[in-house]
């Protein structure tokens, strides 16, 4: 590379993606498992990754179609886009086609390719998943962060959503919904779902409603915000959480028939940048969205699996005076630290971030700080993946000996030892302060 073009890249690299890093969730997944291969002992709440293995039916479909070397239409193979509308009719009784889909190598890229297409402002609620912002950010794009209180779950509400857009009513704005939410678990009632709906509808927004976790809501009760929005909302999500298939790189986009212009253009950027999805994947990933007994059952003992660690991990760190909002679904807590501040200082930490360092090198307790997900440095807050247990060997648990018995804490001793003693060296490390 001459040395115009050098110097043409440092300028871009200077507006778009200086002072940023590699994705914190990556970031701490590759360090932990450094610290492994250093011979220490981590805790990998980390990483948001499914820990259960991908149904053995889709596996085999995979197997089957391993020789599929042909390009897929750029929006996805219709097979599976004819299941995916299936599957959205099925879980969420709201009615879309094939053309309504676009088919993706993950719902991050969509993401990031809707706000190539789309030049509206973004808007995130705090906390949000740690990759909306740099995206934006290296595009670009404006963000209007959201404040959002632990009393309300950390939940966007409608009369937030409505003091940012009511000074400039009519500039286009995409509002990022991510429920049940990456880092707290929380998820949105019905009725806070049509007000949203009222106010989005009010100011034109699109919503992308990232339903990426809706599939192991804990009690199998999500709703989406299509059925209040259906002309405004696009639908993401994918096969990576509910599905134990992340490194798959599968993700899906439902689009009202008032978007399609929105659709069409993404279809372009996606042309001309990852031209299409794996072939063997969207063929495999066509059995997921069909579904069926084995699907079901699945799913049925994930949720129960997550609840029940949901439930345990959260009584034990507010034994601690350690607070956490109580999850909906997902795989993840959101405890904040602020009974121990005045120890922590003591100790010279003052930040999140610091807070995560010491706890890792310390207790080999991995966490991602609050800041990553848009809270100041100074609040205590840190997002826990429960994540880091056996899913295979737990699924055949709950299938056997616990199939008519209730969970106990010996099965979290027993089949999540990781999690079990992560928590109480973490307890431990804050009561010894």
């Known amino acids: 590379m001459g040395k115009i073009a050098r110097n043409h890249l440092n300028v871009n ?12 969730t990556l970031a701490i997944n590759e360090r932990s498992r450094q610290m492994i291969l250093d011979g220490k002992q981590v805790f990998r709440f980390g990483l948001g990754q499914s820990p259960f293995p991908v149904p053995e039916p889709v596996v085999e479909t995979l197997r089957q179609n391993a020789h599929q ?19 959205n009719f099925r879980t969420q009784f709201v009615d879309s086609s094939p053309d309504d889909i676009l088919v993706g190598p993950g719902s991050k890229e969509l993401i990031f390719i809707l706000q190539l297409a789309y030049y509206g402002d973004l808007i995130i609620p705090t906390p949000s998943w740690v990759s909306y912002f740099p995206q934006a950010r290296i595009i670009g794009r404006q963000v209007h962060w959201i404040p959002t209180k632990a009393e309300d779950g950390y939940r966007l509400t409608p009369e937030k959503l409505d003091m940012i857009c009511r000074s400039d009513p009519n500039r286009p704005r995409v509002v990022i919904l991510n429920y049940p939410s990456n880092p707290t678990g929380c998820t949105y009632s019905t009725e806070k779902l049509r007000q949203l709906a009222a106010v989005a509808r009010k100011y034109q927004i699109i919503i992308v409603s990232d339903e990426i976790y809706g599939m192991i809501h804990h009690q199998g009760q999500h709703v989406s915000m299509a059925r209040f929005y259906p002309e405004g909302t696009i639908i993401s999500s994918g096969l990576s959480k509910w599905c134990g298939a992340g490194g798959w790189r599968l993700g899906t986009f439902i689009f009202p028939k008032e978007l399609y212009w929105l659709r069409d253009a993404m279809a372009i950027v996606a042309s001309e940048t990852y031209t299409s999805t794996s072939a063997p994947i969207q063929y495999a990933a066509v059995t ?29 760190l507010e034994s601690a005076h350690i607070t956490v909002p109580a999850p909906n679904g997902g795989f993840y807590l959101y405890p904040d630290f602020e009974y121990y501040r005045e120890k922590l200082a003591s100790k010279d930490i003052i930040t999140s971030v610091e807070l995560c360092e010491r706890l890792l090198n310390e207790t080999g307790v991995a966490l991602l700080p609050g800041v990553d997900f848009g809270h100041q440095p100074e609040e205590l807050l840190a997002r826990m993946a429960y994540v880091d247990f056996d899913g295979k060997n737990a699924l055949e648990k709950v299938s056997g000996y616990y199939a008519d018995k209730k969970l106990t804490e010996d099965f979290v001793r027993d089949d999540c030892p990781n999690i079990w003693e992560g928590v109480h060296r973490m307890i431990d490390w804050f009561q010894s302060l």
């Open 13 to 24: 690299l200077n507006l778009n993606v200086r002072g940023l890093t590699q994705s914190s």
């Open 69 to 87: 070397k042909d390009y897929l239409p750029v929006k996805g193979l219709l097979q599976l886009r004819e299941a995916i509308a299936d599957f």
């Open 288 to 316: 997921a969205f069909h579904g069926g007994s084995y699907i079901d059952d699945y799913l049925e003992k994930s949720r129960r699996i997550l609840r029940y660690l949901a439930k345990i991990v959260r009584n034990q």
